[in-house]
């Protein structure tokens, strides 16, 4: 009797010996990706990537986050899903300091931790983002400063001061135009506003600084509600082709603006190829890929990854589109 | 200490000193000036107009809040109520072209039948509000995202046009810049003229107030308290999902997450302008002084000139001083000697 | 038979298994003022719920103006004419004097629309009916005690009332009030309304009522005229206890001082306070509302401390400038208004009991000792006999002389050198009060130096053995007890 018990057991453990080792090659990841707020158009567009991918490759890559742009409810949600025995987690963090210690415990957990327009993460293998903040926010300006003709008092907006990629966009505008356009000046005395990522203030902020500072001619826009927000403050002042916004912007929700012209320009990267980018970059770490400058994520527009200029973890790609009142009918979300 | 002659006018001006309503209003004057000095923007035609736009949403919320308040209880709740009614009247009625009172009245429907959950709750269980609403935000806000997945949203041409349209521009010859008085403020001197209405001139009103300064008195006196209560909430979800309707109107876009966190800068309003978290007492005068402060402040911090970074420590130390002003005069109140009931025992 | 306007014969009432009324029967004359007595829990709350109705009687029958009733509805009963002024009143903190005076007759004429110069003109009327004379649109909650009963009296006035039921209506009321509230009382009399007055202070009753009936354990125990009433058959009805008149004798040879005050000031509360507290004494302090008998009382533990003077310990000056300091230099206080000053009411009669001990309690990292915390509070609700079931059960579950106890055993649990009391039996019944006084004297008998603040005259003279008077925040004279009666006393304390 014990003799086939022992038996029993060693046929067992043989079979669960073979069965590891065959699927190591094609092993299939369960991956989970956090938006800052699922709710938002932005990143109801990056889930469709995820899924896409998901059905694409076979991994079990899945879109969750909180039901509005809040740091405490998303490190909930991280909590949540570190204990759900995942293997690699992908976030887009609210509040980058605020993730730190959640973020240490999965990575001590050997969670992969993959974060995007989140460079100042520590804890994380890599920050993938769509591309280099500063040549983003670079991009922004050129396109303002071509519907400003080049010259005038323009500011800066953000959602919050401790938003880490919209600042680097903004520093990286205002770096642009200290470079190339010597006849725009940064608004010294506002330098950079807070829209709180809601476009009812952003539209307030704007009414309140060309009130205040009659000579502002133009804003950039970083977070995806300051452009039709501000937008909406110009036509109703009746500053339309007087003052200027360009910046990041949903199609959907600019569409009248940009057609009308009061919205010069919004630019974006794809957010549901940022989505499957990072799910693709999650695969080879776990895969034991080698991560080296050009690397290709097999995603449009992360071909060619580079690493930041001194940087051994943030990832960048080249993946920023803009969109004007001709082409934004070709975008749908 | 009272000097000679007249006692009665002395005691009248301490009396109205024991209310907030002075104290938040040079507050507010205070902050007005200021600006005015500061920009030379406050009292042009243009900014006014800017101020009442931003004002009217949360004015509404404000008024039903206070109802709640003044019963005493809390709603935290309408924010998640005009976010399902906005969602649902945009993504439901898209097609629809009529007149926009159809939009409005379903927002107001829908508001009523979650405000009546609340009541429902409130009133027969006796469930502590604060539980309840936080309970239902949770039920709504999941319907909302959940159930309807909601995201942002084009609303209706009805609605569309109602943000479109205008009473009048403010148009100011300097600056150059116009700005247009929403048609929807009409709709918040309407409420604030039936909510003075109900309170002041009708039983329930006085029903609301006496439920609030003491239920159990209420009831021997002869009010009923479920259907008042029932009432109450009824009437602050039916205001929630039309200031739902008319938010979405005014932002020309259906934003389901726009309007959290604004349940606490209204009780914050509330309580700023004189309403007590403990029941009972609130005027509107008050607490549309109090909202106004708020309106104000948040909508004026450039112009004043205070830099981002100090805008958020700046706010929060109004609200403090303010409803530190509001809780201080209450407790002076109840330590006057006269108002302490003094045990002071029998022979 | 028609003289009565009110009769109730056998009535029962029982909630779950507990009898409240084992068939009581009472009668009120028309325009008398009768007294009903009880301690707590003898079913006169109940009687006045069933009268009023609120409740429906198990057994029994009402008669009241000649009409009998198995059940009276509450419309029935206010038709009838009977109102009731409830011990917390019922008025409207937060509206005006007008509003809650003219607020009921509102709601009983209908209607959806106020009536604003209908409510003044109601009101007026209603004040003009008891005298009040205070400003009608000041808000009820800055209005003294006093002023919002007359408030409840004339309400109850305005539905046309034939007989007024009053709650223990003087419980919270100074001796100058109380006066006032019996000479309306008086008034309402003369103006052939009928008054229920239920009280348990001897003295009231003896004042103000013609009959009184007497409830114990939902049984009435006797009924008739005040004349034939005195203290001790008093005291035996309520609680069917004898209790002997007792006087408090200091032992023979007086101790050494314990607390002493030289020259002790507060500005606005007393003056040059120079008093000598013995080791083994009860000494009492009193005086009239406002003479600086409590806030002496508060300066003494540190409550509110004195701005100048000195306090001596055992001969010893020491500082007391906060309740910490008097505790730990073994000064106590069990203070006036025991609801809000002395008790967590929502917390256990347990930790109640232990608050003022964590220290000694607790373990040397701070971890209370929870096994010891129960033994000792069981040893002290037993010593002080307090009728609880459960001692985990919140303080708010017991009657008001349980309650005093508790306060009392938190404070004994310390080690103590003075114990100072301050209105130490206000609102208690008549049993408990003299449960309270037989452990103080016990106290000071164990040679504990105690203070009574009171303005209970008899209380004083039957709990101490020497008695200071203060006169606007000064002592003004001091009488030994047992060479002393209550009638010099109490000419000491109120003369100008």
Redesign the interface.
Same mark, same amino acid.
């Given at each position: 009797m014990r003799k086939l018990l022992a038996s029993f057991v060693a046929t067992v453990l043989l079979a669960a010996a073979v069965a590891l080792s065959a699927g190591a090659g094609e092993k299939k990841y369960k991956i989970a990706v956090v938006p800052k707020d699922s709710t938002n158009a932005w990143f109801v567009h990056m889930e469709k990537g995820v899924r896409k991918y998901a059905n694409d490759t076979g991994h079990n890559a899945f879109q969750k986050g909180p039901a509005k742009t809040d740091a405490a409810q998303q490190v909930q949600v991280i909590q949540d899903l570190i204990s759900q025995d995942i293997d690699a987690l992908c976030v887009v963090p609210v509040d980058p300091a605020a993730l730190e210690p959640v973020l240490a415990e999965a990575m001590e957990k050997k969670i992969v931790v993959i974060c995007h327009e989140g460079s100042p993460v520590e804890n994380c293998d890599y920050d993938l983002e769509a591309f280099n903040n500063a040549d983003y926010g670079a991009f922004i300006m050129d396109n303002l400063a071509k519907a400003m003709g080049e010259k005038g008092v323009y500011t800066t907006m953000v959602a919050h001061v401790t938003n880490a990629s919209h600042n680097e966009w903004a520093d990286g505008a205002v770096a642009r135009a200290k470079a190339a356009y010597p006849n725009l000046t940064l608004l010294a005395a506002e330098p950079r506003v807070e829209s709180e990522d809601n476009s009812e203030r952003s539209y307030e902020k704007a009414k309140e600084l060309f009130k205040k500072y009659p000579e502002l001619k133009g804003i950039v826009g970083t977070s995806s509600k300051d452009a039709p927000g501000v937008a909406r403050a110009i036509e109703e002042l009746g500053l339309k082709d007087k003052v200027f916004v360009s910046g990041t912007g949903m199609p959907n929700e600019s569409r009248r603006f940009v057609k009308d012209g009061t919205l010069s320009y919004i630019t974006l990267w794809d957010s549901s190829l940022a989505g499957a980018a990072m799910c693709a970059l999650a695969v080879d770490v776990l895969n034991g890929v080698k991560i080296v400058d050009g690397l290709d994520l097999g995603v449009e527009g992360y071909h060619k990854l580079m690493f930041a200029p001194g940087s051994d973890k943030v990832l960048l790609g080249s993946g920023w589109i803009v969109i004007d009142a001709k082409t934004i009918d070709d975008y749908d979300f | 200490m009272p000097g000679p002659g007249n006692l009665e006018e002395p005691m009248r001006f301490k009396r109205h000193l024991r209310r907030s309503e002075p104290y938040i209003f040079a507050a507010l004057l205070l902050l007005c000036l200021a600006v005015e000095l500061r920009s030379g923007q406050f009292f042009t035609g243009n900014n006014i107009v800017d101020l009442a736009r931003s004002l009217t949403v949360p004015a509404i919320f404000c008024i039903g809040e206070m109802l709640v308040l003044i019963s005493g209880g809390v709603d935290v709740s309408f924010p998640a109520i005009a976010s399902l009614s906005m969602y649902v009247v945009s993504r439901y009625l898209d097609d629809y072209q009529g007149t926009v009172a159809l939009n409005l009245f379903v927002g107001a429907v829908l508001g009523l039948v979650m405000g009546g959950l609340n009541g429902f709750l409130v009133a027969r269980f006796r469930f502590p509000a604060m539980l309840v609403t936080l309970g239902t935000t949770s039920v709504f806000s999941g319907i909302l995202f959940g159930a309807l997945g909601a995201r942002e949203y084009p609303v209706p041409p009805p609605m569309y046009d109602l943000g479109k349209a205008k009473l009048f521009s403010a148009h100011n010859p300097v600056s150059g810049l116009s700005s247009d008085m929403p048609v929807s403020i009409l709709l918040l001197a309407l409420l604030l003229a039936a909510t003075w209405f109900l309170l002041n001139r009708t039983l329930t009103g006085r029903g609301i107030y006496a439920i609030g300064g003491d239920p159990v008195a209420a009831e021997r006196a002869g009010f009923n308290l479920f259907r008042i209560q029932m009432f109450i909430y009824c009437f602050s979800g039916a205001l929630a999902g039309l200031t739902g309707v008319i938010r979405g109107s005014m932002m020309l876009n259906c934003h389901p997450t726009n309007l959290n966190g604004m349940e606490m800068t209204c009780i914050a309003a509330c309580v700023l302008g004189g309403a007590s978290i403990t029941g009972g007492k609130g005027t509107l005068f008050g607490v549309m002084l109090g909202i106004t402060l708020m309106t104000v402040m948040a909508n004026s911090l450039i112009l004043i000139g205070v830099p981002t970074y100090w805008q958020r420590v700046f706010t929060g130390a109004i609200i403090l001083v303010g409803t530190g002003v509001s809780a201080y005069q209450a407790l002076r109140g109840r330590r006057k000697p006269g108002a302490v009931a003094r045990r002071a025992g029998h022979a | 038979m028609t003289e009565n306007i009110l009769e109730a014969r056998d009535v029962r009432k029982s909630f779950g298994g507990v009898k409240a009324l084992k068939g009581v029967s009472m009668s009120i004359r028309k325009g008398e003022i009768h007294c009903l007595a009880g301690e707590n829990g003898c079913g006169k709350s109940t009687l006045i719920k069933i009268v009023s109705g609120f409740y429906e009687p198990d057994a029994g029958e009402i008669t009241i103006n000649g009409t009998t009733y198995d059940r009276i509805t509450t419309a029935q009963a206010i038709r009838e004419g009977v109102q009731v002024i409830?011990q917390?009143?019922?008025?409207?903190?937060? &509206?005006t004097v007008m /509003?809650n005076l003219a607020?009921?007759h509102?709601?009983?004429a209908g209607?959806?629309?106020?009536n604003w110069s209908g409510i003044r003109r109601t009101a007026e009327a209603a004040a003009a009916l008891t005298g009040l004379s205070v400003?009608m649109t000041?808000l009820v909650?800055?209005?003294?005690?006093a002023d919002k009963q007359l408030i409840a009296i004339s309400r109850a006035l305005l539905s046309n009332a034939k007989l007024i039921i009053m709650d223990e209506p003087?419980?919270? &009321?100074?001796?100058k /009030?109380?006066s006032r509230l019996f000479g309306i009382i008086k008034r309402l009399q003369a103006a052939g309304i009928s008054i229920l007055f239920v009280s348990h202070?001897l003295?009231?009753v003896f004042e103000i009522s013609e009959r009184f009936t007497i409830f114990r354990s939902g049984e009435n125990v006797v009924t008739g005229d005040t004349g034939g009433l005195d203290d001790r058959k008093f005291a035996y009805y309520m609680t069917g206890r004898e209790f002997a008149e007792e006087r408090f004798a200091a032992g023979a040879v007086p101790g050494e001082p314990v607390l002493e005050t030289r020259a002790l000031t507060l500005e606005n509360g007393f003056y040059d306070v120079s008093l000598t507290l013995r080791k083994g004494e009860i000494l009492g302090i009193t005086g009239l509302?406002g003479s600086g008998r409590s806030e002496l009382a508060k300066a003494l533990v540190g409550y509110v401390p004195a701005d100048s003077g000195q306090i001596l310990l055992n001969g010893l000056p020491v500082r007391i400038a906060s309740v910490v300091d008097a505790v730990r230099h073994g000064v106590a206080c069990v203070p006036?208004?025991r609801l809000t000053e002395g008790l967590f009411l929502i917390q256990s009669i347990l930790d109640n009991i232990a608050v003022s001990r964590w220290d000694a309690l607790s373990n040397r990292f701070g971890v209370i000792r929870r096994r010891e915390v129960e033994r000792e509070a069981a040893a002290w609700i037993r010593s002080l006999s307090v009728a609880t079931r459960d001692p985990l059960l919140p303080v708010q579950t017991l009657s008001g002389g349980n309650q005093q106890k508790v306060v009392l055993a938190r404070w004994l649990a310390n080690d103590l050198k003075a114990l100072i009391l301050n209105?130490p039996t206000?609102?208690v019944d008549i049993g408990a009060k003299y449960d309270i006084h037989r452990i103080i004297r016990g106290l000071a008998g164990r040679g504990l130096a105690v203070l009574v603040i009171?303005?209970?005259?008899?209380e004083v003279m039957s709990l101490c053995n020497r008695v200071l008077v203060m006169r606007s925040g000064r002592l003004a004279g001091e009488l030994a007890v047992k060479d002393s009666t209550t009638e010099e006393l109490a000419e000491l304390s109120m003369r100008e």
């Open positions: - | - | 409830y917390d009143l019922s008025v409207f903190p937060n &509206l /509003e607020i009921n509102q709601l009983m209607g959806t629309l106020v400003d000041e909650e800055n209005l003294s005690l003087t419980t919270a &009321l100074a001796k /009030e109380v202070k003295d009231e509302l006036e208004d209105g206000v609102g009171s303005d209970d005259l008899p």
